[in-house]
């Protein structure tokens, strides 16, 4: 496609359920980011893919935030047994390697109610 | 540890007046700095991205600097118009792969 996408657009999940996000990429693009942004402040760093290799999750917040990227192209940011605090707006970005500059998808909103 | 700074929170002005969006940081150790823009319930947009050995980057009415000794960038919008209307955001990219963001600055631009 001609840019990032991610899916679902919203979710809202019940406290305790598990939920699954996906991040389709620009195709080609190398690296990946997966960012969490709550209401009103900046994004944060998760954890960072090259192709299929996940070689910074120094940002996943607990165990229960899991990412995947088994073939180099989408990936999946999987979050068990979902806490309130985990209601924020997930965001995927790509670029096609090296320093250049990041593209971002629209964001899944996730509601933990 | 990398902080960045965007001041101010928020910034209200009238159409065509030209303004002037800051980010500081605490490490000049950085690949990169990249300017964003989000609206509201959206992704962010890419407006200017600078390397380490860049001083400043120009994109149409807008210009980003780059200071990495002072730890600053500043966004320069010229001529605002009320589509310019959004929050923008600061990103640093150190060594390694973690990127750091600003929390933002919420520009309102009134016809």
């Known amino acids: 496609g001609a840019g990032v996408s991610q899916s679902p657009r919203y979710k809202v999940a019940k406290r305790g359920q598990d939920v699954a996000l996906r991040c389709d990429p620009i195709s080609g693009h190398v690296s990946l980011f997966w960012y969490q942004q709550a209401l009103g402040q900046g994004p944060e760093f998760l954890t960072y893919?090259?192709?299929?290799?996940?070689?910074?999750k120094s940002g996943l917040p607990s165990d229960r935030f899991f990412a995947e990227r088994p073939e180099g192209s989408v990936s999946t940011l999987k979050i068990q047994r979902t806490q309130q605090e985990d209601s924020a707006v997930y965001l995927c970005?790509?670029?096609?390697?090296?320093?250049?500059?990041?593209?971002f998808g629209p964001g899944t909103r996730l509601t933990v109610t | 540890k990398q902080e960045v700074t965007q001041i101010p929170a928020a910034l209200s002005v009238p159409e065509g007046e030209n303004l002037v969006l800051n980010c500081s940081f605490t490490d000049s150790a950085i690949y990169n700095l990249q300017w964003f823009r989000q609206d509201p319930g959206k992704g962010l947009t890419s407006l200017l991205l600078i390397q380490s050995s860049q001083r400043e980057q120009t994109s149409g009415r807008l210009n980003a600097s780059l200071d990495k000794s002072s730890g600053r960038s500043t966004l320069y919008i010229a001529a605002s118009q009320p589509g310019d209307s959004a929050t923008y955001l600061c990103a640093v990219r150190p060594p390694g792969f973690k990127t750091i963001f600003g929390a933002g600055t919420r520009l309102f631009v009134k016809a």
């Open positions: 970005a790509t670029i096609p390697g090296g320093d250049y500059e990041q593209y």
């Open positions: 893919f090259q192709n299929e290799a996940q070689l910074d």
